[in-house]
């Protein structure tokens, strides 16, 4: 027994001095859940990012508060979209007290950029609006493309890397481990959205425009390009009619999207009603919150396209 009681403190004692341990990780805001799980996979086994944006809020009207700004200051480095997604960001990375590294995930190299479609099938402005509205010349959702999800995932490791020499073949390990994923994803994906590619859909709001785009599916269309404008009564007669005129198959709205809206412009045709999320409101932040947000999307489109064939 008493050999027991001074075996064990020593013991403890060459666990703590004995084994080499990893370095403490930088400090990491996040903006939005898709990018925070890409950031979390990297720094798995070092540390936490802090996500700014909660799942079940969006970032066309979020407001900072005090914590979030206390969170930005004290941070090692920045992840977020750009201006074009983060509008209420800008101001106050402007006047951030520290000295944290901003990474604009919308300017980096590689990452494979579409413009932001308007007009037409595409169009958001209705009758009793005249006001001058613009938008950016490039659609924000890049993440929705996992061929970016992996160069945004080859820059997070770059930069926590730079950041946080100590433990750079950790990210690099993290980094090329999610890689492999994606790639699999990817093929996944494409699997599953096979039998439905043809099936014509409208969404709500304009954003998923990359992941259409890398998976050829065929979207006739959205109710509105600007999730921050409702769509008037015009514009609600012209999606229907473009419901009846391409024979859309499945109207997809968004988790903050009153649903009697849709139901409105659907009701009469044979289109049906389902919901696709590109936040990822209901998932649990983590490395696998983007995966399964894609998986989710892919499996929306099939079921909903499926049960209308």
């Known amino acids: 027994m008493n050999a027991l009681r001074l075996t064990t403190p020593l013991f403890a004692i060459f666990l703590l001095f004995g084994?080499?341990?990893?370095?403490a990780g930088p400090t990491v805001v996040v903006s939005i859940n898709p990018i925070h799980s890409l950031v979390s996979g990297v720094m798995e086994g070092i540390g936490t990012a802090n996500l700014l944006i909660k799942p079940n809020q969006t970032p066309h009207n979020y407001a900072l508060r005090p914590s979030d700004v206390r969170s930005l200051n004290e941070a090692t480095v920045i992840f977020w979209i750009g201006e074009e997604l983060e509008s209420f960001l800008v101001k106050p990375l402007e006047t951030l007290d520290g000295n944290g590294r901003i990474v604009d995930l919308i300017d980096v190299n590689d990452v494979q950029l579409l413009k932001t479609r308007e007009g037409g099938a595409w169009e958001s402005h209705?009758?009793?609006?005249?006001?001058?509205?613009?938008?950016?010349?490039?659609?924000?959702?890049?993440?929705?493309d996992p061929q970016n999800a992996r160069t945004i995932v080859q820059i997070i490791a770059s930069v926590l890397s730079e950041s946080d020499p100590a433990n750079k073949d950790h990210y690099q390990k993290n980094a090329a481990s999610i890689d492999r994923k994606l790639l699999r994803l990817t093929e996944e994906v494409q699997s599953t959205l096979g039998p439905v590619q043809n099936v014509p859909y409208i969404v709500f709001h304009d954003a998923f425009q990359y992941f259409e785009?890398?998976?050829?599916?065929?979207?006739?269309?959205?109710?509105?390009?600007?999730?921050?404008?409702?769509?008037?009564?015009?514009?609600?007669?012209?999606?229907?009619?473009?419901?009846v005129d391409t024979r859309t198959r499945c109207v997809f709205k968004e988790p903050q999207v009153n649903s009697k809206l849709v139901a409105s412009v659907t009701e009469?045709?044979?289109?049906?009603?389902?919901?696709?999320?590109?936040l990822g409101a209901a998932l649990v932040p983590g490395p696998n919150a983007y995966f399964q947000l894609i998986?989710?999307?892919?499996?929306?489109?099939?079921?909903?396209?499926?049960?209308?064939?």
């Open 213 to 243: 785009h890398r998976f050829k599916t065929n979207v006739v269309g959205s109710f509105t390009v600007d999730p921050s404008r409702l769509p008037g009564a015009r514009r609600l007669y012209e999606v229907r009619r473009r419901i």
């Open 19 to 23: 084994c080499p341990a990893i370095a």
């Open 126 to 144: 209705d009758e009793e609006d005249h006001s001058e509205h613009h938008h950016s010349n490039f659609d924000p959702h890049l993440w929705l």
């Open 295 to 309: 998986r989710n999307i892919a499996d929306t489109i099939r079921d909903c396209g499926a049960s209308a064939q």
């Open 268 to 278: 009469g045709t044979s289109a049906r009603i389902a919901t696709l999320d590109p």
